[in-house]
């Protein structure tokens, strides 16, 4: 079975702070992708980062940085210095193999941004 | 590109009624999902169509949710009847490959009355 598990449901950070969320994936394929989106109020779904099973590199673009393990089966995101504006609700992604590819998702982290 | 394109964005019907949802993917694009997305189940995948064939519908809710793609650039999800319950944000999203990543419509907000 595929599953998606982010078990912060709301994280609230003060601006300019650090914050971390977490993403943990279960699957039993070798080959899988794994994704992130950022829903913000105004509701469209937006692509952030497509890695897949067999990159384990890190990956940072400006503010964003993301963490791949597959030893802990975990694709956390961190934003770093945030900004009122990253509030949103993040949602991590996998799409396997065995599920035909076909792409889940997480249950999201709300994240407030206090200016 | 223009996008997923999604239709209409806001739906208001009354219980017992057929409701329809249309979307039209990117062009190219040779996977279309629907997902629905609703406060207390969060974002659900109701049926994926790979090269316009329905390859997972398992996360359709009941005989009253049917989906169709009759060909690469169009897709429709009905609801017949509609109740109160299937109020929610309906997203389509495409992709244009197993390796790529989905791009989503604007989504339709429907409210069953």
């Known amino acids: 079975a595929q599953k998606v598990t982010q078990a912060q449901t709301e994280i609230s950070v003060v601006e300019k702070e650090d914050v971390t969320l977490d993403c943990v994936y279960e699957?039993?394929?070798?080959?899988?992708?794994l994704f992130w989106y950022k829903q913000p109020p105004s509701g469209e779904l937006v692509f952030l980062i497509r890695?897949?099973?067999?990159?384990?590199q890190n990956e940072i673009s400006g503010r964003y940085s993301w963490n791949f393990q597959k030893s802990t089966s975990s694709f956390n995101f961190t934003i770093t210095a945030s900004q009122v504006v990253d509030s949103a609700v993040y949602f991590c992604?996998?799409?396997?193999?065995?599920?035909?590819?076909?792409?889940?998702f997480g249950a999201g982290t709300r994240l407030f941004v206090k200016a | 590109d223009a996008g997923v394109i999604q239709s209409p964005r806001h739906e208001v019907t009354e219980m017992g009624q057929e409701v329809t949802l249309r979307c039209k993917p990117i062009?190219?694009?040779?996977?279309l999902f629907w997902y629905r997305q609703t406060m207390m189940r969060g974002l659900e995948l109701l049926i994926y169509?790979?090269?316009?064939?329905?390859?997972?519908d398992s996360g359709m809710p009941e005989d009253r949710f049917s989906a169709k793609m009759p060909n690469a650039s169009f897709s429709t999800l009905k609801i017949q009847p509609s109740e109160p319950r299937d109020s929610a944000v309906y997203f389509c999203?495409?992709?244009?490959?197993?390796?790529?990543?989905?791009?989503f419509g604007q989504g339709t907000r429907l409210t069953v009355v």
């Open positions: 890695r897949n099973s067999f990159d384990e």
């Open positions: 999203a495409s992709r244009g490959g197993s390796e790529t990543e989905a791009f």
């Open positions: 699957t039993r394929d070798t080959t899988y992708y």
């Open positions: 992604a996998l799409s396997a193999n065995t599920g035909g590819f076909k792409t889940i």
């Open positions: 169509f790979n090269n316009n064939v329905p390859i997972d």
């Open positions: 062009s190219g694009h040779n996977s």
